[in-house]
């Protein structure tokens, strides 16, 4: 048994690796095709299962480059284009993903430890902080409204997060698209294609990076953001209001991790926080949280605690092997891209991109991209911070869970 689990978490991380490096594609995406193969090979459960959280954890750690060095970005890693990148245009971008790789393996530990003393205490706040979470929610909007301290940045906040959420509430209560895609365009247009079409317009050029392998942020400032990001994870993965990019925003603004190194290094604790979270979950309340959580709900049914340990072991496994591989990959291919005019990558990536929202969202979807790429370079235009653009989560999830998500959509007869 395992060997065939060793030999499946390894198939897990070359799956997870091809959909990390592909815009627009998810593990989310390639689980029916896996189920499809499982029922054709008479797959084992537990190794379907071992070879679906194995690709989960994998795609994490490489959705960073994309991300960082393409600017296209998946949900997960949507905030991650402008610290990223603006360390790789500082010459710094290996420095970026190995924050993230950091970020992702210490929070792994972290994140159970905190799972293996107040599991108990996690379950508890699961029970009493539903009808609650919307106006926490409310509340880290207001705080990221005033944080702009001026009034003129304030107004301008304001209106980015009611244009970018009546955009989220749109395309998240529309049918034109189809759904498990619909983010694609919205984030990808206010945080990727945006920023790219700004460094196009500054005519900015991939420096030569650095060959230092220090890291430019203090142990302690580590330190603070993998807590944070394990704790955010954690809350990501209990509570069903709150995603991975809210989480990072309320993360931003109460946590102050602002600058962009501890930034990266919170994000990527997230992600591999609310992962490994979601799958726990399962154990302790029977709600799964996570696309590769259902899927294993669906495969094993009842989780025991043995399944956890078992599965958390093939989670532990593939998650060291993909560091290693992000890392490889972060010091190759900056230094091939300085090689290249950065001008000619840039239109080539909204080239791509582009090609790949209509393949997924088809025309529909370009109508989307443009608006919400209208909305990420009048972020910028104003001078705010872009995460000001999840509104379009934000707002969505404010209505959702406090009951007026009908009154709204018969408003926009939706």
Known sequence: ???ETLLFSFLGVGIGVFAGMMPGMHV???IPLLFSLSLLLNLHPYYLAALIVSTAISEIFINFIPSIFLGAPEEDTSLAV???HRLLLEGRGYE???LTVIGGICSLIFSLILISFFGGVFS????ISRPYVHYLIALVVIFMIISEKRLKKMLSALLIIMLSGMLGVITLNSSLVPQQNVLFPVLTGL????TLLISISERASIPKQTDETDLKISGKEILKSIALGSFAGIIVGLLPAIGISQAAVIVQHLGKAREARSFLVTLSGINVGNEIFSLVNLFLVGNPRSGSSVAVQRILAELSFFDIVYLIGAICFSAGIAAVLTLHLGNKIPRFLEKLNYRAICVSVIIFIVAMIFLLTGIFGLLI????TSIGLLCAYFGIRRSHCMGC???PSILFFSGLNPVIISFLMI
């Open 82 to 84: 402008l610290p990223g």
């Open 1 to 3: 048994m395992l060997f």
């Open 191 to 194: 945080f990727g294609l945006s």
């Open 124 to 127: 508890y706040l699961y029970e």
């Open 393 to 395: 989560l934000l707002l």
């Open 369 to 372: 991209a443009f608006a919400s």
């Open 28 to 30: 989310n995406t390639l």
């Open 96 to 98: 970026a993903i190995k």
